[in-house]
């Protein structure tokens, strides 16, 4: 920590939203209580990617690429109402205000007039690098030294009271290191492994896990199949980058229904996508509604008063038994509210009208099974053919675009709306460190997040509209449900297949790809830099008991509350060793990709308050 003469050196290791984030904050505070008398503050910049962006929201990407989130949304620097507890520095600003105020003419020309739209990650990136270089340029002005290295720090370790980083460059001592390092390599999981082994074998292609911007999508050969693993938003990426981005095209349709709107024109160099997850079905896209959570949706029983009551009496929360059926009663009011001719839940079920405000507790069942197809919508169903799959996947799709094209209208939307307005609460309850570990291991993170993640945390409802197109033209196939995807090494092909879909052979391919992201697990990271802490005895995963009593290894390091400092393998508190982002993942639940502009520092801007808690921490506030 700061030395009482010469300087005091910080050490910025990620120069991506969330080290940008730290700068912002370290700015804010150095304009509100400049450093009188004290040392000289010299901060150092690694990341061998674009400093603000980082590599994911790299400006030179393809503009095809699209955020999975408004306009109004993200945010790297304290806006609107977070300033009531998180005052902005001199240079703050959103993203949507950068938009009307800062940005080129052509990223203006194209922002829709209420922020509703989804920009390209290309635009988000370069606001990212203008905030980076204008906060930079106001810690210059405030007398910090700020030195900006394209290079990754490789190992840190103890010197003394401070710590020394070392680069390819050569080493650094530092007084503090803040980890703000994203999205890293991982490596494969067992059957990843065994995949990727065979490929090498057989003279075949894999492509692991990996951020969309690192993957070469040029190597897929065209007119021919290539296995994919993952619907999500990977898939979504992939999907666009080698169709649009190889010369394709799509014919709008402007009198045609939703989910029929677009016709897709192909340029003969494309891949034939074989797409296949668990769910056997793509996420569901966004809702039309303005905002993050559809406006009109409010949670009347998942409430403050409700959670505290429950923990009044059960001292720790259980998700399954205290939060779930409050989130259920929440999903059921809300469809029930949409519109005066909203359809029954699930009339099979018995849910049927007329609405009700206040669901009555022997309709959560029944209420349940409803919000559980909304992620696995086939569960229990036989295809007797590809092709019947085929046309079942249409039709969900078709289905899919017309509830979100109602927006508002919409009672599935806006009860998935419900779902995620939960699904924020949630998160915030789980970084207060009040649903207790094993039902957070047992319910939250084996069924729910991916429930929710699969039916609200989609992509813009054009990319339904432009799947659908695709599966009609036949450059999309998908495999169905809980897919097995393997390696016939008499044919040395890969191979992929569907137990609940009717065919004699399997679909075989000489290409198979991991649409997904690195696993965000330490104990998996080929980050030489993690492992380096790890085996140094530095850090650890944090220890998470299950309901069993077993301890299983969390995803992310062992910290204290914020300021998030990292806990050694010893138990000790690393004083100067901050930790923001992914790597945070064993306290808090979820990877925002960004803080919600004018959220709560607690809730949804709380990747401000861990930035502004590391700022705070270092400089002695």
Not at 275 to 294: D, E, L, N, V
Request: proline residues 9%.
């Amino acid at each position: 920590m700061p030395q009482p003469t010469g300087e005091t050196v910080i050490a910025v290791v990620g120069a991506g939203p969330r080290g940008t984030s730290f700068l912002d904050r370290l700015l804010a505070h150095l304009q509100r209580s400049p450093r009188r008398g004290d040392p000289a503050l010299r901060v150092i910049i690694f990341d061998p990617a674009p400093h603000g962006p980082g590599r994911v929201w790299n400006p030179d990407q393809s503009p095809l690429y699209l955020m999975n989130t408004p306009a109004s949304y993200p945010t790297a620097a304290s806006e609107g109402p977070t300033c009531d507890q998180i005052p902005p520095s001199s240079v703050s600003c959103g993203f949507a205000q950068w938009r009307r105020r800062h940005a080129p003419a052509e990223l203006r020309a194209a922002a829709a007039p209420d922020d509703a739209d989804y920009p390209s990650r290309a635009a988000y990136g370069t606001y990212l690098r203008w905030l980076h270089q204008r906060v930079t340029a106001g810690l210059e002005d405030c007398g910090v030294v700020v030195e900006r290295r394209s290079t990754a720090a490789t190992r840190c370790a103890p010197h003394g009271r401070r710590y020394l980083l070392s680069t390819a460059q050569g080493q650094q001592e530092v007084d503090a290191a803040v980890l703000a390092l994203g999205h890293i390599p991982a490596r494969l999981n067992d059957p990843g492994e065994r995949l990727a082994q065979a490929a090498q074998d057989l003279g075949l292609r894999y492509l692991a896990p990996a951020v969309p911007t690192d993957v070469d999508y040029d190597l897929l050969p065209q007119e021919e199949n290539v296995l994919v693993r993952g619907m999500g938003l990977n898939f979504f990426d992939l999907m666009i980058q080698v169709t649009l981005g190889r010369g394709g095209s799509f014919r709008e349709l402007p009198e045609a229904q939703p989910g029929r709107r677009l016709e897709y024109i192909p340029s003969g160099r494309e891949p034939r996508l074989i797409a296949g997850s668990r769910r056997g079905t793509p996420y569901r896209a966004k809702s039309s509604a303005p905002g993050f959570i559809p406006e009109g949706v409010e949670l009347v029983h998942f409430t403050d008063d409700a959670i505290d009551e429950a923990e009044r009496r059960h001292d720790f929360l259980d998700f399954r038994a205290h939060l779930w059926p409050l989130i259920l009663q929440d999903v059921l009011h809300t469809y029930y509210r949409t519109g005066p001719d909203a359809e029954p839940v699930a009339q099979e079920e018995g849910l049927a009208h007329p609405p009700v405000t206040h669901p009555p507790a022997e309709r959560l069942p029944e209420a349940e099974r409803f919000v559980r197809s909304l992620g696995r919508p086939f569960d229990g169903a036989a295809f007797t053919s590809h092709d019947d799959y085929q046309q079942h996947m249409l039709s969900y799709l078709v289905e899919d675009a017309a509830t979100s094209d109602a927006g508002t209208a919409s009672p599935l939307k806006m009860a998935i709306g419900a779902l995620h307005a939960a699904r924020m609460k949630l998160k915030e309850l789980i970084s207060q460190g009040r649903v207790a570990q094993a039902s957070r291991i047992d319910d939250v993170e084996t069924w729910f997040e991916s429930l929710v993640e699969g039916a609200a945390s989609g992509p813009p409802p054009q990319r339904i509209e432009e799947l659908a197109a695709l599966a009609r033209a036949g450059v999309v196939e998908f495999l169905g449900p809980e897919p097995v995807f393997d390696v016939d090494r008499e044919t040395g092909r890969f191979t992929a297949e569907s137990p609940w879909v009717g065919a004699e052979e399997p679909y075989r391919a000489g290409y198979l790809l991991e649409a997904m992201m690195p696993a965000n697990r330490v104990q998996l990271s080929e980050s030489p830099l993690v492992a380096g802490l790890l085996k140094d005895g530095l850090a650890r995963p944090q220890e998470l008991i299950d309901s069993s009593g077993a301890p299983r290894a969390g995803k992310g390091f062992d910290v204290t509350p914020a300021p998030h400092r990292l806990i050694s393998a010893d138990g000790e508190i690393c004083e100067g060793l901050y930790v923001l982002g992914l790597q945070l993942s064993s306290v808090q639940w979820g990877t925002a990709i960004a803080a919600e502009s004018g959220g709560s520092p607690s809730g949804s801007a709380r990747t401000l308050a861990d930035a502004d808690a590391a700022a705070r921490a270092i400089l002695g506030l």
